[in-house]
């Protein structure tokens, strides 16, 4: 029989054997799968279980917020505000920073989390999932403050989402490629079923929401246009469309078999960079992506690199197979 490692000895060999993340860093990592699991089983009872539609409230970005938004919020905060790993965290969901409460041990971690992405299809029972990001407090500041969250994707020292599918499949990387685990619901683990994910260079699969495309800048357009020409237009070769409208899911298919993934910047709220947050969805997917070999860009520049202003900071977002990622670049910077 073939040995299974679970996600318990994966940490520990990779804090023994690789020496890449401190014991802190594994067991807060422990924490931030139990609370996935517990989320899982809240999106499993559906509506059996009191979790579906809107709580009637509005997050700060002005988003109605639904009833499993706030539940999953509460269990990540919950689950992680005892451990003593942590110095604060921020959420999607909250208006600022949650400092850990003074009755507990503070860490030195910071941690980031979309509790519920794809909040529109938390109703129609279509795969929805959480997104974490964590990065080292600063040194030397004895409080917390918002400043010190706003650090470049490149010093994330953990990052993945769990995505909550027909399988619960928790997606990592620590810096050491990407990791996949799925959640056995018998033993109450998350078993290693993939590791070392590589994303193809090359790809005939896209996915945008094309009913913004009249609200999209010329060198989006140009590329969409050109993909649609398939075989017979400059590209050569046809190609096939998905858009799930959850993060998650398109980049776990991405991470599964390729694609490109887009959410760029549109004319319908000019003023905004873009749809998706910066620190709670685009940094922590494009590193993943990156640990697998593929590229994410703003469309001009690479996301990891950027300078975070604020925390819900918002990113237009070119992901996936490097070299379709590069062509978008490409067309945005007049190549
Ligand atoms: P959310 O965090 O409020 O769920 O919003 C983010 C989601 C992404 O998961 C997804 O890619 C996108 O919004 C879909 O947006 P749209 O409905 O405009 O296609
Ligand atoms: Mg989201």
Redesign the pocket.
């Given at each position: 029989m073939t040995q299974r490692i679970s996600l318990t000895r994966y940490l520990v060999e990779q804090q023994r054997l690789e020496g890449h993340i401190p014991p802190e860093l594994r067991l807060l990592i422990e924490v931030v799968a139990r609370a996935c699991k517990r989320i899982s089983q809240a999106v499993n009872k559906g509506a059996l279980g009191d979790v579906m539609g809107s709580a009637e409230s509005e997050n700060v970005q002005g988003?109605i917020q639904k009833k499993l938004d706030i539940i999953a919020n509460e269990v990540l905060i919950e689950a992680n505000e005892w451990g003593g790993h942590l110095a604060a965290m921020a959420s999607?969901e909250m208006d600022s920073i949650y400092a850990v409460p003074n009755r507990y041990p503070q860490g030195e971690y910071l941690l980031m989390f979309?509790p519920l992405?794809?909040?529109?299809n938390i109703d129609v029972n279509v795969s929805i999932g959480t997104i974490f990001s964590v990065l080292k407090k600063p040194e030397g500041a004895q409080s917390v403050e918002e400043s010190d969250f706003l650090q470049p994707g490149t010093s994330q020292v953990a990052a993945g989402y769990c995505v909550y599918g027909p399988q619960t499949t928790l997606v990592l990387t620590v810096g050491d490629g990407v990791a996949m685990f799925t959640l056995d619901r018998e033993q109450g683990s998350f078993v290693l079923t993939e590791e070392n994910v590589t994303i193809p260079e090359d790809t005939q699969e896209f996915a945008i929401?094309m009913s913004n495309m009249r609200h999209w800048d010329e060198p989006v357009k140009r590329y969409i246009d050109e993909c649609l020409q398939g075989k017979e237009g400059p590209r050569g070769k046809n190609f096939n469309m998905r858009?799930i409208?959850?993060?998650?899911a398109?980049v776990h298919r991405i991470l599964c078999r390729g694609g490109v993934f887009l959410?760029p910047w549109d004319k319908r709220e000019p003023e905004k960079a873009g749809?998706?947050r910066l620190m709670y969805?685009a940094n922590p997917m494009s590193w993943l992506i990156e640990q697998a070999g593929g590229a994410s860009t703003n469309g001009r520049q690479r996301i990891l690199d950027l300078q975070p202003t604020k925390l819900h900071e918002r990113v237009s977002v070119v992901l996936g197979s490097k070299n379709e990622v590069e062509r978008v670049t490409g067309y945005h910077c007049g190549l």
């Open positions: 988003e999607e979309d992405d794809g909040s529109s929401n858009w409208a959850s993060m998650v398109d959410y749809k998706l969805e």
